[in-house]
């Protein structure tokens, strides 16, 4: 087998679990918070479960993050929306803002996991402690970058549901209507430019550096400290 072709099923066999449970487990926490807060609308569609195959969607769950991953190193990609209906919550913008907050929050706790996890790899054969390792550490840098990217203050991203419940409600209903809009930003930013500052030789203004990998290195290393592998 050629061997660029080994190293690809490689990739893709030491990203798969924990990009799949990144993008799940970041829904299940919105549908569980929501149903704590006082809205049943995702649980009474079933979507309060921590089991992966609830929340999948075959495109966004692996076809999307699979290929750009291992592609470009960006990690974008989504689960089925967990239906959250803000009324129903006790403290609406309140309650609204931790829905939000809870998907970043769970991809924070998943690395905190996987960092914990790789102390445990002594237990293991030698022959599969490897890739065993490979995937907890792919679990890391997964979550650390979906957590971060999701925390910007975008109308599509849970950072931008948390800015909506603070301003002040006419702007909040301007800002929640920039949705698509915010979209086309988020796809030039991470897309578009980065492409055109590479081929002009200017990847050090790349904005997806500046806004999602340099604070992922810096809480990577946050962990590191805190769960003993550094």
Do not use: C
């Amino acid at each position: 087998m050629d061997t660029s072709i080994q190293e690809l099923i490689v990739r893709l066999s030491v990203m798969a679990i924990p990009m799949v449970l990144a993008i799940t487990l970041h829904e299940a926490a919105h549908a569980w918070v929501a149903w704590k807060l006082g809205d049943d609308t995702a649980y009474s569609q079933g979507r309060v479960s921590f089991n992966p195959g609830k929340h999948i969607d075959p495109i966004g769950t692996i076809l999307m993050p699979a290929s750009l991953f291992l592609f470009t190193g960006f990690v974008f990609g989504w689960a089925k929306p967990v239906p959250v209906t803000q009324s129903r919550l006790r403290r609406p913008r309140r309650d609204m803002a931790l829905v939000a907050l809870s998907g970043p929050g769970m991809n924070f706790l998943l690395a905190i996991v996987f960092a914990l996890l790789l102390h445990t790899l002594f237990l293991l054969p030698a022959s599969v402690a490897d890739w065993v390792g490979q995937n907890f550490v792919a679990g890391i840098q997964i979550n650390l970058m979906l957590g971060v990217l999701n925390m910007l203050p975008f109308p599509s991203l849970d950072g931008g549901k948390v800015l909506e419940q603070l301003l002040p409600y006419r702007q909040a209903q301007w800002f929640a209507a920039q949705e698509v809009r915010g979209n086309m930003i988020l796809l030039t930013i991470f897309f578009l430019l980065p492409y055109l500052f590479n081929k002009m030789g200017l990847s050090a203004y790349d904005p997806y550096m500046w806004l999602v990998r340099w604070p992922t290195s810096g809480l990577w290393n946050v962990i590191a400290t805190v769960t003993g592998l550094s």
